[in-house]
């Protein structure tokens, strides 16, 4: 793991007091947390993140795309997950900093 990867493993695992629980539980099993860029979200979670961008709640966004807010919540927390991010709020700069190259 490189030295990004160990920082953001000990911050997700011991510094953060708002993790997924995706996040809590890898680390109680002392595995690493995997950051991903936005490039390795999936079409849906793409898609989903873009129309959180655009402030639309989780039942508009089922809404639009024909499924369940339930649904919309899954996609969510994988995506919180896979940006290393916190909140909605949090998706949404992570996406604005990918759009920025950065």
């Known amino acids: 793991m490189n030295t990004y990867g160990r920082v953001m493993t000990a911050f997700l695992c011991n510094g953060s007091s708002r993790r997924s629980r995706e996040h809590a539980i890898l680390c109680r099993a002392g595995r690493p947390v995997k950051i991903a860029p ?3 979200l ?3 979670e793409f898609e989903i ?3 959180i961008d655009t402030g ?3 039942r508009e966004i089922a809404k639009h795309l024909h499924v369940s807010h339930k649904t919309v919540e899954v996609h969510l927390s994988r995506i919180l997950a896979k940006l290393g991010v916190p909140t909605r709020s949090a998706v949404e700069s992570a996406l604005a900093r990918a759009d920025n190259g950065g």
Do not use: F
């Open 38 to 40: 936005p490039g390795e």
């Open 42 to 44: 999936t079409r849906r």
């Open 49 to 51: 993140a873009r129309l």
């Open 56 to 58: 639309m709640t989780n």
